[in-house]
């Protein structure tokens, strides 16, 4: 082992960088370097000298294992110092061991039964499909999942601020902006069906080009997606959206006249806007705007995606119609009976809502156009360059009991 290193440090010093080093050690020599530490005597511990070998490696192949020795690998892998997320594939009973050990383990249902399958996190029928899981459906999962934690938390952040402004403007009275009815239904009904879609459905990318670049596997692979900065960012759009929403619809009631009788004044109608109204309207562009941006970040677009997030809108217009339209007998009070319809039927909040939409998806949509033309990501990139195979030499290590010289 020890001239094993020095051997591949000697070649690695002769500015070959381009070489790829593999190692094929047997069972038997991998049980004496195994108990090594044990043993102890005059053979020292070579764990520590295998691992290091093992770290300049592209690939190490290890035959002629018992099952046990399967498992130990494992847990040398994961126990050494740069603790890496391990997987094991297997295909028979004799597999299970080291599938139980690595942190996620997959399970090949083949002409050996179905002992590793079963006690594996993942099955799949042959083993060519394991590239289309971990390159594909992995890559695909951990999108999905980054954007539905990001954009849980922002559409949570652009429904709960406004209420917390409005308390400075309500003398802290913890009147709240919404109606029941709103606060019931917005992570229940208004928004919840096109973000569980696109976690189910979304493609950013096509199959082909996750195929040919395994590198996009390795940029996800860092957690880029949900790390500070990013979450940071969700956040503070969040943040601004939600101050678009409430002082603009603010300040369009602010450049209004109030009667005696607690009447709005406009300039050719007289028309009953008060607190339920400014909340319907803030509300109104709330779940218009937070819908719509996820529209914006939506590739894979499907006849059910058009369903879900049209409806979902359309719903919340309905609902809203027939909720102010109706004196409704199980209700006490009827705080907003006739409040949405009186809404429409004002210019400026039709005015309003335009333009307040507009104004909140301003920013990531410049972001994008940005993003795209001047700093494009490597998804980008990806969708535009072709597939280029390049052959680079390669050194194998054999190494066994009975000889310890590089073999080819």
């Not at 892998?77 to 890496?84: F, G, Q, R, V, Y």
């Not at 705080?335 to 307040?356: K, T």
């Not at 490597?378 to 010289?405: D, G, K, N, W, Y």
Request: aromatic share 14%; charged share 15%.
């Amino acid at each position: 082992l020890n001239r094993t290193v020095l051997r591949q440090r000697s070649i690695s010093g002769l500015s070959v960088d381009c070489l790829d080093f593999g190692l094929i050690i047997d069972g038997a020599t991998l049980s004496a370097v195994l108990k090594s530490n044990q043993e102890g005597g005059g053979h020292g511990n070579y764990r520590e000298v295998f691992l290091e070998i093992c770290r300049n490696c592209s690939a190490v192949l290890c035959c002629r294992m018992a099952p046990l020795q399967k498992a130990q690998i494992v847990k040398l892998i994961k126990a050494s110092k740069e603790h890496p997320i391990t997987l094991a594939v297997g295909d028979g009973a004799n597999d299970v061991s080291m599938i139980l050990e690595a942190h996620v383990g997959i399970g090949i249902m083949g002409k050996e039964g179905r002992q590793a399958a079963r006690n594996s996190d993942y099955a799949i029928p042959k083993f060519k499909h394991l590239k289309k899981m971990l390159l594909v459906h992995g890559h695909y999962y951990y999108i999905r999942i980054a954007e539905l934690v990001q954009y849980f938390f922002y559409k949570n952040v652009c429904f709960i601020f406004p209420q917390f402004l409005y308390q400075f403007f309500c003398g802290f009275s913890q009147q709240p902006l919404y109606d029941t009815a709103y606060l019931t239904l917005y992570n229940i009904s208004f928004t919840s069906l096109p973000i569980l879609l696109y976690s189910l459905v979304e493609q950013h990318v096509t199959m082909e080009t996750l195929k040919r670049e395994p590198s996009l596997y390795r940029d996800i692979a860092k957690n880029s997606l949900l790390r500070w900065p990013v979450f940071l960012y969700w956040t503070c759009l969040g943040v601004f959206d939600a101050v678009i929403f409430f002082f603009g619809a603010y300040f369009l009631f602010d450049n209004t006249t109030f009667t005696s009788n607690g009447q709005l004044m406009t300039t050719n109608t007289q028309m009953m806007f008060g607190n339920w109204t400014f909340g319907s309207l803030v509300f109104t562009v709330l779940v218009f705007t937070v819908t719509l941006k996820l529209a914006l970040d939506t590739h894979h677009w499907t006849w059910i995606n058009h369903f879900v997030i049209w409806g979902s809108l359309l719903f919340y217009v309905i609902f809203s119609l027939l909720w102010g339209g109706i004196i409704w007998p199980f209700l006490n009070y009827q705080r907003m009976y006739y409040v949405f319809m009186q809404m429409l039927s004002s210019g400026p909040a039709w005015l309003s809502i335009i333009l307040l939409i507009t104004v909140s998806l301003l920013p990531d949509v410049i972001k994008k156009v940005l993003c795209r033309t001047v700093c494009p990501t490597a998804t980008e990139r990806a969708q535009s360059t072709r597939p280029c195979l390049t052959v680079e030499p390669s050194t194998i290590f054999m190494l066994s009991q009975s000889s310890s010289r590089m073999s080819f």
